[in-house]
């Protein structure tokens, strides 16, 4: 078909169908702007999952392993970490200090729950990289075992994928594991990190 013939059947197909749209669209009852800013405060309203981030506030100890390779026993340090609440109760900021790789190591965090994807979500950085690294999930009936996945590019091509399991286990203890797969291979452990408030 020669572009000017398909432009030109384009244009009566368009033509033809949009009475039809604009009719459907008049049948639509537009929602009532008062409804709508109640959803919107719903949304905005931290819930139970924010009280749970909110009873980790505090100063932490940390023991942290890591695995680099399959078969090899993990690297150990030690660390700590400042947690606190933002923006009234709806996000749980970390401040995170250690060892990675026999150097020191600083990174933050942003966790939270977005009421209106019913998720987790986390973004962290450090100074291991320049880029922000981001997962989600869901938790379990009691909101203290924590399931997330993201991914992150890998240095030479392709993405190692990622699986975090944090357990809040009380207000004074908390762990966090993650696990990786690396170009499709089988998923290994790569990260142990256990919490212990402050006295």
């Not at 749209?21 to 702007?33: F, I, S």
């Not at 309203?45 to 695995?67: D, I, M, N, R, V």
């Not at 990190?193 to 402050?198: A, G, Q, S, V």
Request: hydrophobic letters at 35%; a neutral charge.
């Amino acid at each position: 078909m020669r572009p000017t013939t398909l432009a030109v059947s384009m244009l009566c197909i368009t033509l033809s169908i949009s009475p039809v749209l604009a009719k459907e669209k008049k049948h639509e009852n537009p929602m009532d702007p008062q409804a709508i800013m109640e959803l919107w405060k719903q949304a905005a309203t931290p819930g139970e999952p924010h009280k749970l981030f909110a009873t980790l506030a505090g100063s932490w100890t940390t023991t942290t392993k890591e695995w680099m390779e399959p078969g090899k026993p993990p690297t150990e340090s030690t660390g700590t970490a400042e947690m606190k609440m933002l923006l009234d109760g709806r996000f749980l900021y970390q401040e995170y200090n250690s060892q990675m790789m026999g150097q020191p190591f600083s990174g933050v965090g942003i966790d939270g729950y977005d009421n209106m994807t019913k998720k987790y979500v986390t973004a962290w950085v450090d100074t291991m990289g320049t880029g922000i690294f981001l997962m989600e999930g869901t938790a379990s009936a009691d909101g203290k075992t924590i399931t997330l996945k993201g991914s992150h590019p890998e240095p030479g091509g392709g993405k190692m994928l990622h699986r975090a399991v944090w357990k809040i286990i009380d207000q004074n203890n908390q762990t966090f594991d993650m696990y990786g797969t690396h170009h499709g291979q089988k998923e290994m452990k790569v990260l142990e990190i256990i919490y212990t408030r402050k006295e």
